[in-house]
C-alpha cells in the first residue's frame, strides 16, 4: 500500500529557510517521479517541482532559485530545501507520486511565512 508522509513544516519569518520530507512506502521508491504541490487558502493546488527517477528536477517559475528538491532513494524520502521563503508561500505543501492512472497524496504539511 502506497504511503506518503510529510513532515518539516512550520512558522518562519520572511527570509527564512525551511527543510520539508516526503517518506514514502509500499512501492519501489528509487523508480517513480516524485512531485511537490501546494495548496494556499481560497487557491487551487499548484505544481511546486518534481524530481524524476534519474534525479532531474523541474519548478515552478515561482520557486525557481529558491527551492531545490532532492531525493535520497537509500531512505525512500524526497526533500524540499525552502530558502528566501515570501509570505506567498504560505501554503499546504503535499507530496505526490503518480503510479499507472492512480494519483497517491500524503496528508500534507503547513507552511506559515510570516512575521
Known amino acids: 500500500q502506497v504511503q506518503l508522509v510529510e513532515s518539516g513544516g512550520g512558522l518562519v519569518q520572511p527570509g527564512g529557510s525551511l527543510r520539508l520530507s516526503c517518506a514514502a512506502s509500499?512501492?519501489?521508491?528509487?523508480?517513480?517521479?516524485m512531485t511537490w504541490y501546494r495548496q494556499a487558502p481560497g487557491k487551487e493546488r499548484e505544481l511546486v517541482g518534481f524530481?524524476?527517477?534519474?534525479?532531474?528536477?523541474n519548478y515552478a517559475d515561482s520557486v525557481k532559485g529558491r527551492f531545490t528538491i532532492s531525493r535520497d532513494n537509500a531512505k525512500n524520502t524526497m526533500y524540499l530545501q525552502m530558502n528566501s521563503l515570501k509570505p506567498e508561500d504560505t501554503a499546504v505543501y503535499y507530496c505526490?507520486?503518480?503510479?499507472?492512472?492512480?494519483?497517491?497524496w500524503g496528508q500534507g504539511t503547513q507552511v506559515t511565512v510570516s512575521s
Open positions: 505526490n507520486t503518480r503510479q499507472y492512472i492512480t494519483d497517491y
Open positions: 509500499g512501492f519501489t521508491f528509487s523508480n517513480y517521479r
Open positions: 524530481i524524476t527517477s534519474g534525479g532531474i528536477t
